[in-house]
């Protein structure tokens, strides 16, 4: 049974580009959260996916977008980069299940961002 | 608001006993986890703590008290696998989840 994964595991880009990254959820999951964690903090929620539509936001500008395909998997979009997007960028998903909490969300490995 | 609180960094012996605390305020409350993540990995689910008390996973206990919106995670017989971040995190609806900074634990012989 495959966990959350994410892609790609790292990434350089130069400010002002835009980038896509990817998370397909565990198996049996629906609901898909992404989270941008700097160094030594903890992970900052930036928005949730569940049914295709955004149904949380944090509080992140309209820079960062994000979609939800039919099969549950998402993307996280981040238009004109900022130096101070550099980050690790963590998919988090969740969803109800046989023997675990509806609640829990087990992360992937995250994709490391440099933006130079 | 929102708010969570724990320890930045905490140091303790191995095969000792420690105890990481976590306060948080929030309006709307569903339970509390506890993560572990160390250096360079994602975040790993430990416990989720819905009604107050104690909850015992092996060697990792975490306890609640909602109206005293506190929590901690109890670690015994540490072994220095166990030097790790360590996140406190509540639900507060709509499966929304607000992260602590982490407490980053030391664990030395």
């Known amino acids: 049974d495959a966990g959350v994964t994410q892609s790609p595991t790292h990434l350089i880009k130069t400010r002002g580009q835009q980038v896509t990254l990817r998370c397909s959820p565990k198996?049996?999951?629906?609901?898909v959260s992404w989270y941008q964690q700097a160094l030594g903090q903890g992970p900052q929620f930036i928005f949730q996916?569940?049914?295709?539509?955004?149904?949380q936001r944090g509080n992140f500008p309209d820079r960062f977008s994000g979609h939800q395909f039919p099969n549950y998997s998402s993307e996280l979009n981040v238009n004109a980069l900022l130096l101070g997007d550099s980050a690790l960028y963590l998919c988090?998903?969740?969803?109800?299940?046989?023997?675990?909490?509806?609640?829990?969300?087990?992360f992937g490995p995250g994709t490391r961002l440099l933006v130079l | 608001g929102q708010n969570i609180d724990q320890p930045t960094e905490m140091t303790a012996t191995e095969g000792a006993i420690v105890q990481i605390n976590c306060t948080y305020q929030?309006?709307?409350?569903?339970?509390l986890f506890w993560y572990q993540q160390h250096a360079g990995e994602a975040p790993t689910f430990l416990s989720y703590?819905?009604?107050?008390g104690l909850e015992e996973k092996g060697r990792f206990s975490s306890f609640l008290s909602r109206s005293k919106g506190y929590s901690y995670l109890l670690l015994k017989e540490l072994q220095m696998k166990d030097s790790a971040s360590y996140l406190c995190a509540f639900s507060g609806g709509y499966q929304k989840v607000t992260f602590g900074t982490g407490t980053k634990l030391q664990v030395i012989p």
């Open positions: 198996s049996g999951h629906d609901t």
């Open positions: 703590n819905v009604l107050d």
């Open positions: 929030t309006s709307g409350f569903n339970g």
């Open positions: 988090a998903s969740s969803g109800v299940g046989l023997a675990e909490n509806q609640e829990t969300q087990y």
């Open positions: 996916y569940y049914e295709e539509e955004e149904r």
